[in-house]
């Protein structure tokens, strides 16, 4: 099995095409397990494994916002 970075390197640009996803991450499942993180505001993520890892969407509360680097 590929390592979860590879995978989310790889299938990352696929997610973001889908209507709604606002970004692509790495965390961890309800137990504990590696997963892959999509934040999403609204609706449009149906995956529950890439590649053998989790898939756990995150709804978000609002618009994502870019720090200037160093804070």
Known sequence: M???DSVKYAREQQLMEIQGV?????GVDDIGNPAIVVYVNSAGVRKQ?????KVK???LKGPITVLPAGH
Not at 22 to 26: H, M, N, P
Not at 49 to 53: L, T
């Open 2 to 4: 590929a390592d979860i």
């Open 22 to 26: 606002e970004g692509v991450g790495i």
């Open 49 to 53: 494994q890439i590649e053998g890892f």
């Open 57 to 59: 969407v995150e709804n």
